[in-house]
């Protein structure tokens, strides 16, 4: 197995006291710093209608990414396109590869990134396509990049422009078999969101490897893992951090729409219900949280029970520094170099 590879999807964390000012910043600082210590690809995410999380649009945090760094590959995690144009976001990704040839990830979702209120305002006005048509949506991404609109298609002869001899390098994000066959029979990447739904996540990706249709866009299957982890000098150490990143998803899932990221302290004096407690444990089965060897180790095993080189990994910590320095830790202890 080649050696691990490791990027990052950043969902620019608000902590509690904290503005998204703040958010956007500690992202643009944290992805010079990736680049620095050798992470492979950095991906911001989009989320609305949230107060813990500040990336809403990551067609403008990736060129403010990419100008500020100079290798690593700038991209989305993901684009939510049911909300949108599949012309207007294949527009936005030729300019970008126009801007920053070769460094473009353009990762496509179908997860609406919001609550149903939310996705009703985003969509496009009386005629927003419903959530089945994600997958033709993805086609049409595709073919107005790659100036292949079909005779008989009510919008043959329009392209994406500007028009470019290179496509931004395309992956679908999902955590379940309808995602991942649909990047197999269009042969594109796929990316899966072990974090999120781990269940059967290696039986997803060998589904899309089996599957897999060779396309103009990629001769061959191509997957990484999304995961979440905290580093840091102690396992103890690790688990505090984690914590804040537990009780936010913990609120969320309870329906709270307001409140940053808390702090582990206040993350730790919690009183919680036994079920919230059931709830905190199953999020904390699902991180790798540890010191940098332990965590190493277990990305390690998780990489080659999935048969991939790359994971994304998702770090969530109250204090902008301690993420960091978990990202800084990992990078040490998984030797990770430049290019």
Request: hydrophobic share 40%.
């Amino acid at each position: 197995m080649s050696p691990l590879r490791l990027g990052i999807v950043d969902q620019s964390p608000i902590r509690t006291g904290g503005t998204a000012r703040e958010a956007l910043e500690a992202t643009l600082a944290l992805a010079k710093a990736a680049d620095r210590l050798g992470y492979t690809r950095y991906w911001v995410a989009e989320h609305h209608n949230t107060a813990t999380q500040a990336s809403a649009s990551p067609e403008i945090l990736i060129p403010l990414i990419a100008d500020g760094t100079s290798r690593i590959r700038v991209g989305s995690g993901g684009v939510m396109l049911t909300h949108y144009s599949a012309l207007k976001v294949g527009e936005q990704f030729r300019m970008l590869e126009t801007l920053f040839p070769g460094r473009i990830d353009m990762g496509l979702g179908r997860a609406p990134g919001s609550d149903g209120l939310t996705s009703a305002a985003l969509a496009a006005g009386p005629g927003a396509l419903p959530l089945d048509a994600y997958p033709e949506q993805v086609a049409d991404v595709i073919r107005y990049m790659t100036d292949t609109i079909p005779e008989g298609h009510r919008f043959r002869g329009v392209r994406a422009t500007p028009a470019g001899e290179r496509m931004p390098e395309t992956w679908l994000l999902g955590s379940a078999y309808d995602s991942a066959h649909f990047a197999a029979e269009q042969g594109l990447g796929f990316s899966f969101a072990h974090f999120i739904s781990p269940e059967g996540g290696q039986r997803v990706v060998q589904a899309y490897r089996d599957r897999f249709k060779p396309s103009t866009l990629l001769a061959a299957p191509m997957a990484n893992i999304g995961v979440a982890a905290v580093c840091a000098e102690t396992d103890e150490e690790a688990h505090r951090l984690g914590m804040s990143r537990h009780l936010m998803r913990l609120r969320r899932a309870q329906g709270a729409r307001t409140g940053g990221v808390p702090s582990p302290e206040e993350a730790l004096a919690q009183d919680y219900t036994e079920p919230e407690l059931d709830y905190i444990r199953y999020q904390q089965s699902l991180a790798f949280e540890g010191n940098p060897q332990r965590v190493r180790a277990a990305l390690e095993e998780l990489a080659a029970s999935y048969g991939v080189d790359e994971l994304l990994v998702v770090t969530v910590t109250h204090d902008y520094a301690a993420r960091l320095r978990s990202y800084e830790l990992l990078a040490q202890a998984c030797e990770l170099t430049r290019d």
